[in-house]
């Protein structure tokens, strides 16, 4: 699956995808100015901790965007999404609670933060999460801010997905 980030300059950023089956996709969002958009940093997450079926793995698996998006803006505000049928957001959870301790101080206090974001939530911890794996994390993310702030309007990152 193909995902394109694309920097607009204005009040929106947008998100395009190609399907690996050719379904095209795209939805905006608020801009953050120089910050990297919360789609981006869920990418970020998911791949680098290697999680099939959060966000982006949902997508890629055809599920529907309109229950993703709002079950997002659910795990996002800390409210029990609704169950979709045959659709497990576990690792939906397990990202955005990761996302959320990003901004400790310590790579330390990070996984403190999503230990405790995913025990009030009621998930497990994701099994490859270490101190080690926040840490390059928090690198790739900061290499990625970067790259998004030397975007000029009307650019895009460009990003592959796969399963």
């Excluded at 947008?14 to 608020?30: I, Q």
């Excluded at 791949?47 to 993703?68: C, K, Q, S």
């Excluded at 330390?108 to 911890?125: I, K, S, T």
Aim: with cysteine.
């Amino acid at each position: 699956m193909e995902i394109t980030f694309t920097h607009t300059g204005g009040g929106k950023d947008w998100v395009y995808v190609l399907r690996d089956d050719g379904t095209p996709l795209r939805w905006p969002w608020p801009s953050y100015g120089t910050e990297l958009p919360g789609d981006l940093l869920h990418y970020v997450v998911e791949t680098r901790l290697g999680l099939r079926h959060g966000f982006w793995g949902l997508v890629a698996d055809g599920v529907n965007f309109g229950y993703l998006s709002e079950a997002a803006d659910r795990i996002n505000a800390g409210v029990a999404p609704d169950p979709g049928p045959e659709v497990d957001l576990v690792e939906m959870v397990q990202v955005e609670c990761v996302v959320q301790a990003l901004g400790g101080d310590t790579d330390a206090d990070c996984l403190e933060l999503v230990r405790q974001c995913c025990a009030l939530r009621g998930v497990p911890v994701p099994g490859v999460l270490s101190e080690e794996a926040i840490g390059l994390l928090r690198t790739e993310v900061r290499d990625l801010a970067k790259r998004w702030r030397a975007l000029a309007a009307g650019r895009s990152l460009v990003l592959s997905y796969s399963r």
